[in-house]
């Protein structure tokens, strides 16, 4: 059988038919323009990088509303837009959980950090931390805690880059890591911030424009029974080999067949008086394999169907810290990420930053709340790829047009040049800014300075194009989870401490900063889920209790910070109050 989309459909045993995705030449032409704009933009800026101000932070002449734009083009990521969708469409409100999280976060990010972090730095993460000490062992601890987020922060993104190559080229999975690395390295080795601003305004933009697109063909569309009648038998099972097109509404409320168009309220409360066709992955079949399950749609609204949000309705102690650690480490991390953190640089003053927060907030909060509506539509379409979450929203477009699936997919894409670049810039600057120059005493000019992080951000371009082939079959949002994680572990605690109370030292700081990376790094490899997706063992085998760390790590951090405050402060500030 052969679907519309030109994915080959099977059912039942391997080996006999395989999806492939063939290369669409109308989302080739649109993904050449795209790339041969954002690298002509690079060059273009590329006068404007030759000294360390302007290649790490364009001068702090971006204007405030572009620089919030960006905010949000550098932080809806891969896990945003592809993750997200993908885990909406697959487990239904989970998904839409870790939207909210991320934007909890922003409030911190406006209300605690913008105007500290603009006043207090210069091109680095390491700098604001260190502004009163002048440490060495601030700044190695905060470069190597930058280098560690970012690298994670690294895979997803490349994960989703090579997502994207398969139905847009019907190429491999390593390919589009290797095309979406040579093009990133290629746009900060030449335009440095500035491109890279731009870059991520231009694809905040177009994200936003067209997700709203796609959320109104999805209401317009509105519901409608699309059982295959090779479906029909529950006990049908698929197989790795065979990846099939699914994602179906098995029945709608009062007998209907189709409920032509919906607004967005409406759409939500038929599609909880409904009952969906959903799929799960068998991990006790030697191929894998998935099973399918009709879901009533009240449940798919409802937290707890995925694994890791299954605290939520359970009563396992395990699993309900689990999910607190995760939402936890959303909150906190956002503020925490080097990548986010720099951007504030860009801006000429402390108001200019705390007003492009609130545009980043008000567009990424609009966007969070359309990925709802795009993770059930993909949910429902019958276009889902089942052996690969990241692909929802990309199928969702093409089940309308080939036209807007080109588009979303150079769209995502794109979302993908954004993020990495920034995520290279912060790590190309710890290493020129804080390792070379402050921890290892080198005298660098600018032009050095500037050579010296171009030729990091080739070594963490590739280091990440490595990782991204490695972590090919991992959802793009949990890898991103991992992220937060050590972030809001190693960078929070610091810098509130520092910003909040004068008895901070240091060799606070610096401990506060490798026991909060170290701890949560080590908490993740030692984690079921770890164990399950990475080693391939047995989840039970885990040493830790549960995989999300931040929950013991970060207030770890605080706790270490401040023992250690308390054991180096000088004599005479020893009766302070905390």
Sequence with gaps: MRHRNGHALLLGLPGKEHVTYHASHLGIGIFALFIAFTLGLSFYFARQSTSAKGYFAAHGQIHWFVNGIAFAGDYLSAASFLGICGMIAFYGYDGFLYSIGYLAGWVVALFVIAEPVKRLGRYTFGDVLDHRFQSRGIKLAAALSTLVVSLFYLIPQMVGAGALIKPLFGLPHWSGVILVGSVVITIVVTGGMVST??????????????????????LQRGLRVNVPDALRDPSVKMFASSAVPVGHVASLPEGQTATGPLGPLAYLRTLSRSVIVQWSRDYDSETPAYSQRRTAGSDVLRPGNSPTFKGVRNKRTQDKLNFLSLMLALFAGTASLPHILIRYYTVKDQAAARKSTAVGIAAIGFFYVLTLFLGL?????????????????????????EWLFAMISAIAFTTVLGTVSGLILAASGTVAHDLLKSVFKMELTEQAEVRAGRLTAVGVGAIAVVLGILFEKMNVTFLVGWAFSIAASANLPALTMLLFWKGTTKQGITASVFVGMLSSLAWILLSGDTYRDVYSLDPARSIVPFSQPGIVTIPLAFVVLIAVSLCTRPKASATAEI
């Design 197 to 218: 601003t731009w870059v991520q305004f231009l694809k905040g933009g177009l994200l936003v424009v067209f997700s709203t697109i796609l959320t109104l063909l999805i």
């Design 377 to 401: 539509g993909a949910m429902t379409s019958g276009a889902l790829d089942v052996s690969n979450s990241n692909m929802a929203a990309p199928l969702l477009a093409r089940s309308f047009s």
